[in-house]
């Protein structure tokens, strides 16, 4: 997504392909606290793409159970930071606050939105899971989720499109 987030308009759809983070609201928590400490994180945030997502267990033969979006701006309180700080892209559903907007657009970023309620449908996306941090928060635990054609929209460009605005 590094590569290609600059080339994003709000309103493109796009299909994602590659590697994503789950990182929900206690997994934020805990990044918070190891950046704090100057301690490694659990994944690069250089151009990494974060899903705000908790995964449901894994059904036998699956690699992922439901796998919706949550609401995006619970994480608005940490989102600037980690955009400065590398993350090149976000996942999820809802608006978001003024401040992450700005970050968005500061660090040349994007905002990609899901269909909620349709966690079945973005499982079926995953084609591999592994736990790579916070494994005691279970669904909210730090997982890597390799996706394929994983369908989306742009909600927030760098360009300083929003739709959220535009449905104002």
Excluded: Q, W
């Excluded at 994602?16 to 659990?42: Q, S």
């Excluded at 309620?117 to 973005?122: F, Y």
């Amino acid at each position: 997504m590094a590569r290609t987030a600059e080339t994003l308009r709000a309103g493109d759809r796009v299909l994602l392909n590659g590697t994503v983070y789950t990182a929900r609201d206690a997994a934020h928590k805990r990044i918070f606290g190891l950046l704090d400490k100057g301690e490694k994180l659990p994944f690069a945030l250089s151009g990494a793409t974060v899903y705000y997502a908790g995964p449901t267990p894994t059904p036998p033969g699956r690699p992922i159970g439901s796998c919706g979006p949550t609401t995006s701006a619970r994480m608005d309180p940490y989102t600037p930071r980690l955009l400065d700080l590398g993350l090149k892209c976000m996942v999820g559903k809802g608006g978001r606050s003024g401040p992450v907007v700005e970050a968005i657009r500061r660090n040349r970023a994007v905002y990609l939105c899901a269909v909620g309620g349709a966690g079945a449908l973005a499982a079926k996306c995953v084609t591999s899971m592994e736990v790579v941090a916070f494994d005691d928060l279970g669904c909210e635990s730090v997982k890597r989720l390799r996706v394929r054609d994983f369908p989306l929209i742009v909600a927030i460009d760098c360009h300083g499109g929003n739709l959220f605005e535009a449905a104002v």
